[in-house]
């Protein structure tokens, strides 16, 4: 590989374990990298955990290397790391912090422990600044706290979308100048043939079944809905440690005929689903970014969600129509009202382009982002 790179760390193993669909993501992330420097090409190099069977991997300037298992343990991370990059004689040109707590203080180590000064960026993907995120558990208000330091430590700040950014900068006391804002790109990405003209009375609730994601508050909605009418369905599809009580507790509200339990779906079977789903439902107390709303939308399903900075940005982008904020302290007809309005709604077929051609975009914008930094480091010294 060219010695000259950026690095990835990644202590509790998060890229190896988001499957092929993050290492697609990075790989595009490694292609536009070489290109933004062409005098002085630079290679992309993450370093995870995962388990001792997991292969390295190695493609399009894209260099993976498990150098541990999975771990909390920063320093240990950070010795590992210093001795394979000394190993491979790697020229570091930044260190990329995939959050600010044990990446972060991987990279910090890190320096510390090679008496370098590389410049670290990091990578804010949780909706942390928002004053709910902190309250969902004891570890988010610790993480919060840790946060605090770790931001102010660092180089340059990577938001997924304007709201987080804003959020970050005022919180953390960071100036806007440090942070970009560059949401994660979706692979594959395509306009599909139409909104649908029969929506169905159908309400989708996509991805992890855990407490912290609100699931509760979905319960609550079915549970004024079922007040005042029994016309929709709902479709489920995703997994998580709560899911054994949630279903019950659905059951308990609906007929079974009216509720379907898929699973854990691949990215094509989870196009197929949108065909089905009237409304996409997020219940999720703190969100930065929201995939599963941005590909709803794209797919022409308009959204209700609690409300967060992730759903703020799509309210500015996609209009109150196509995406409203959920309030459960309203009373079960509004809600009832609301949800035949949101039925009714369509998703802007100019939005949908726009969302797509910009998307194409950001794997392009992230890597720019750190030849950025780098270039400004070179200034410095």
């Known amino acids: 590989m060219n010695n000259s790179c950026v690095v990835i760390l990644d202590p509790r193993g998060v890229i190896l374990s988001g499957g092929a669909d993050v290492i697609e993501r990075h790989n595009s992330y490694a292609l536009h990298l070489s290109k933004g420097n062409p005098k002085n090409k630079i290679s992309l190099m993450i370093l995870t955990a995962g388990k001792s069977q997991v292969k390295n991997q190695q493609s399009n300037g894209l260099y993976l290397e498990v150098i541990s ?104 006391k960071i100036k806007k100048a440090q942070i970009c804002v560059i949401p994660v790109p979706i692979n594959n990405l395509r306009l599909t043939s139409s909104t649908f003209p029969n929506r169905s009375k159908t309400l989708g609730l996509i991805g992890r079944i855990h407490d912290d994601r609100g699931i509760y508050n979905f319960i609550k909605l079915v549970k004024s809905l079922t007040v005042v009418r029994n016309d929709f369905t709902i479709v489920i599809a995703g997994g998580g440690p709560d899911e054994s009580r949630f279903f019950e507790k659905i059951k308990d509200l609906l007929p079974k005929s009216k509720i379907r339990f898929l699973g854990h779906l691949s990215k094509k079977e989870l196009k197929k689903v949108w065909r089905e ?74 939005f949908r382009k726009q969302f797509i051609k910009d998307n194409s975009t950001y794997a392009q914008l992230l890597a720019k982002s750190w030849v950025d930094l780098i270039n400004k480091q070179k200034k410095i010294i």
């Open 69 to 172: 298992k999975p771990t909390f343990n920063s320093i240990k991370f950070a010795k590992a790391a210093l001795k394979k990059i000394r190993s491979k004689n790697l020229n570091v040109k930044l260190l990329v912090a995939g959050d600010p707590w044990e990446s972060f203080w991987s990279a910090y180590l890190l320096n510390k422990l090679s008496l370098k000064k590389v410049p670290i960026q990091i990578q804010v993907h949780g909706d942390i600044a928002n004053p709910a995120w902190k309250k969902i558990s004891l570890q988010n208000k610790i993480r919060f706290n840790l946060a605090k330091f770790s931001m102010s430590k660092a180089n340059g700040i990577r938001a997924v979308s304007n709201s987080q950014a804003l959020k970050v900068a005022n919180i953390f």
């Open 277 to 350: 789903v009237g409304v996409l439902v997020s219940t999720a107390p703190a969100e930065s970014y929201g995939r599963a709303m941005r590909e709803a939308l794209v797919a022409g399903v308009p959204v209700w969600a609690t409300k967060s900075s992730g759903v703020e940005d799509l309210i500015s982008m996609a209009g109150k129509d196509a995406v409203r904020i959920l309030d459960l302290k309203k009373s079960n007809q509004e809600l009832s009202k609301e949800l035949d309005q949101l039925l009714k709604s369509k998703v802007l077929l100019s």
